[in-house]
């Protein structure tokens, strides 16, 4: 087993991917209201941004598993990040044009250098010291990747919107909307050019195998003989799915509610997302195991869905109770409940991903491909929400997927997590 000292430089290089990961990701919060905007876009239209992104890590998943195989983990990683520039680059034309279906394919190319990137760094992270603090080291990867997240939809938001006089509404001329669209430019630009620098520097860095790597799987033996693993892949489907409908969403509805500058709003519940994961980084294994931690924040998941939907969307006594001292400013009840889900959300990830790849050995990359399946959830699940949330006449609606998906991970944290193939 790796010491503390070998595995601090690993730890230091994925703790800056994890970084990119959340800043590429959490930015689809502040690009939703944005191409809303300038693209004269309906609500269900806009959701399309999530759908184009996540669909790419069901598609590309196991394709990228096979190239995983020839390239070993850490080339995996540094090609991710090629294809990731590529995707960044696409944003150039796609703002001086305005159009959509070239943002979409930007979003589709990120998602995709995404996928190889996951595949590849997660169990990375779950293998490189002993398993029963698996769930906090991907905590502190957490921490990063969603401090991040807070990071982004604020830079965004001061980047683009910083110089104007008045907000733009979906109203403003064809040529406030173009203006608008061309500030992308100079920020995806040096998004690709870090990408591409990064990519050079995972290429040439020190990364050890793991020592599974080599290792053949057992004649007969197959991701899908797994019951842990394919339950693991489902529960993955329902958390992104609800992880991204808490923090790409967030901005939508305070756009309906009112809300001024709603493109910074998914730092909220990206706020909450960095708390979760403080807790699991101090509380997992020494206080609590992966698989209670599992369990409570699934409960916690199904009492802010509750909030959401019950609460006043005028009344600010709970954003009141939980910041009114900062100065930051406040929230109507329901949009603070939406921004509680992250800190139901943080510790998700970390406990399913070592539970689900126990025991799997050689076959880890296939089935980490498996788990990388189940982000599809964020793809899918926020279409479901916007078709919810039209049908029901308001957007808060949509947020009623929570019951379904916080119900499926405490089974898993429950039960599912421990059910294993039967021998014949």
């Given at each position: ?13 994925l703790?800056l991917?994890?970084f990119?990961f ?18 004269d ?15 790419a890590?069901t ?7 096979i ?17 990731m520039?590529a995707?960044?680059l696409?944003?150039i034309?796609a ?9 979409l ?8 250098g995404l996928?190889?990137l ?10 490189i ?10 905590s ?10 807070v ?10 919107f ?13 040529e406030?909307k173009?203006a608008?669209a061309?500030?992308?430019v ?15 520097f995972?290429?040439?860095a ?31 489907f329902?958390?992104?799915g ?10 939508l ?5 009112g809300?001024?500058n ?5 730092a909220?519940t ?5 708390l979760?994961y ?6 997992i294994?020494?206080f609590i195991?992966?698989e ?28 009141s109770?939980?910041?009114g001292w900062?100065?930051?400013?406040t ?5 603070t409940f ?8 943080a ?6 991903w ?8 050689p076959?880890t990359a296939?089935?980490?491909?498996l ?5 599809a959830?964020g793809a ?6 916007g078709?919810?949330g039209?049908?029901?006449?308001t957007?808060?609606h ?12 405490f089974?898993?944290a ?11």
């Amino acid at each position: 087993m790796p010491d503390k000292t070998s595995t601090l430089l690993p730890m230091s290089i994925l703790g800056l991917l994890f970084f990119i990961f959340g800043f590429v990701t959490w930015l689809n919060g502040s690009l939703i209201p944005f191409l809303k905007i300038i693209c004269d876009l309906t609500a269900f239209e806009a959701l399309l941004v999530t759908f184009a992104f996540y669909i790419a890590y069901t598609v590309m998943a196991l394709p990228m598993a096979i190239v995983l195989r020839y390239t070993g983990y850490k080339q995996g990683m540094a090609l991710g990040l090629g294809i990731m520039a590529a995707g960044a680059l696409l944003f150039i034309p796609a703002a001086q044009s305005a159009d959509y279906r070239l943002f979409l394919g930007g979003l589709f190319t990120l998602g995709a250098g995404l996928t190889l990137l996951q595949t590849a760094s997660n169990p990375y992270i779950v293998h490189i010291g002993p398993h029963e603090s698996a769930a906090a080291r991907i905590s502190i990867m957490g921490l990063i990747n969603k401090g991040a997240g807070v990071l982004a939809p604020l830079l965004f938001t001061a980047l683009i919107f910083a110089d104007l006089t008045a907000p733009v509404s979906a109203d403003a001329t064809p040529e406030v909307k173009a203006a608008l669209a061309q500030k992308l430019v100079s920020p995806y630009l040096s998004m690709a050019s870090a990408l591409a620098l990064l990519a050079v520097f995972v290429r040439l860095a020190p990364l050890p195998k793991l020592p599974f790597e080599a290792v053949p799987a057992a004649p007969g033996d197959s991701v899908w003989r797994h019951p842990h693993l394919l339950l693991g892949a489902v529960t993955l489907f329902f958390y992104v799915g609800i992880e991204v409908i808490a923090g790409d969403t967030i901005g939508l509805y305070g756009q309906s509610l009112g809300i001024e500058n709603a493109t910074a709003l998914t730092a909220y519940t990206m706020v909450f997302m960095v708390l979760g994961y403080l807790i699991g980084v101090t509380t997992i294994p020494r206080f609590i195991s992966q698989e209670k931690a599992l369990r409570y924040t699934a409960l916690a998941g199904l009492v802010f869905t509750a909030g959401i939907l019950w609460s006043s969307e005028q009344s600010h006594t709970v954003a009141s109770i939980l910041w009114g001292w900062s100065g930051i400013g406040t929230l109507p009840d329901s949009l603070t409940f939406v921004a509680l889900l992250g800190l139901a959300n943080a510790l998700v990830w970390p406990a399913v991903w070592p539970l689900a790849l126990r025991d799997l050995g050689p076959l880890t990359a296939k089935g980490s491909a498996l788990l990388i399946m189940g982000i599809a959830g964020g793809a899918l699940l926020p279409l479901l929400f916007g078709q919810i949330g039209e049908m029901g006449g308001t957007l808060r609606h949509g947020y009623a997927l929570g019951f379904v998906c916080y119900a499926f991970i405490f089974y898993y944290a429950l039960t599912g997590h421990s059910i294993r193939r039967t021998h014949a």
